[in-house]
């Protein structure tokens, strides 16, 4: 509708929501999801006027599709930082699934824990020590408690739910031990592992070139299981990799980077939706995939 005011033009196409030709709702559709979020406060009004529910299934899925569009773009654009944040991510996709998520409150909750541990860390810490610092402040003082990817409980893969519930899974804890990690100096990194991953303290990153294999593997202390805090050593890891017929270990200890783990993240919470029969929501997360993983040229 040439000429018209965005808001007219909104309002013109609102009243065609209900439109039973299903060419001219598509067009409709595009028209509308074409606005971005400007549309939702339209749409959420509409759908309290409508009686029908074919009308009001149509217009749920029209801020759906409105608030999946936007992510996908904030995921590119984070992608394609130099250096992107996991705990950024991991807001990202929470938005998913609660568009209208209480940042600052999941922020302020992160800079509680963040807060505590710093309290307790000094320079004179051994890197075990440290660690168990960190594992008591989130386990036993803030209880954190981790749950197996197996749980099939996608509710575990979003951050503020698990900043609320104080429940989550490998993903979400070991975003927020990472990112703890990160702003406390703690050279703690995710590695992944067959089927699951765990995190590891480094005396500091290499390069991981392969001449730098054997010394690489030198500067590795331990391994973290992130749903519980429990330490294990190098054999304890080198000998789940050869049970789970994994020879080359070098290609498993060695940190993984941020988008290579939210592409992780979101292909395990995309078969925890195909695992429970939510087709539709698998299907729009595998398409956020390739999204996370791009870079800037």
């Not at 040439?2 to 439109?19: F, M, R, S, T």
């Not at 990472?178 to 290499?206: K, S, T």
């Not at 805090?229 to 070098?250: P, S, T």
């Not at 979101?266 to 929501?281: C, P, Q, V």
Request: hydrophobic share 40%; charged share 25%; with cysteine.
């Amino acid at each position: 509708m040439p000429g018209l005011k965005p808001d007219k033009e909104i309002v013109a196409l609102l009243q065609l929501v209900d439109d039973p030709d299903q060419e001219v709702f598509d067009l409709v559709a595009q028209k509308l999801l074409g606005y971005g979020v400007a549309v939702i406060p339209h749409l959420e009004q509409l759908w309290e006027f409508s009686d029908a529910e074919w009308v009001q299934n149509r217009i749920e899925n029209l801020i759906h599709q409105s608030y999946y569009l936007v992510l996908q773009t904030e995921l590119i654009k984070w992608a394609q930082q130099e250096k992107p944040s996991i705990l950024d991510a991991a807001l990202l996709i929470a938005k998913y699934r609660y568009p209208e998520m209480d940042k600052e409150q999941v922020m302020h909750q992160f800079e509680l824990m963040r807060r505590n541990v710093w309290l307790e860390l000094n320079n004179f810490l051994s890197p075990l020590e440290q660690i168990n610092i960190i594992n008591g402040i989130l386990f036993n003082f803030f209880k954190l408690q981790g749950h197996e990817l197996t749980a099939h409980e996608p509710r575990h893969f979003f951050l503020n739910e698990t900043i609320e519930s104080r429940q989550g899974n490998a993903f979400t804890i070991g975003i927020l031990y990472m990112a703890l990690c990160e702003l406390l100096d703690v050279p703690v990194f995710a590695i992944d592992l067959p089927n699951q991953f765990v995190m590891a303290y480094y005396e500091h990153i290499y390069s991981f070139e392969d001449t730098e294999r054997e010394n690489a593997m030198g500067q590795l202390q331990f391994f973290i299981d992130p749903t519980n805090g429990m330490i294990y050593n190098r054999n304890d890891i080198i000998m789940y990799l050869k049970k789970n017929g994994q020879h080359d270990r070098y290609n498993y200890l060695k940190p993984i980077d941020s988008r290579s783990f939210i592409a992780l993240m979101l292909e395990s919470l995309a078969s925890t939706y195909g695992n429970i029969g939510d087709i539709e929501r698998a299907t729009e997360i595998e398409s956020l995939i390739p999204l996370v993983q791009l870079r800037e040229e």
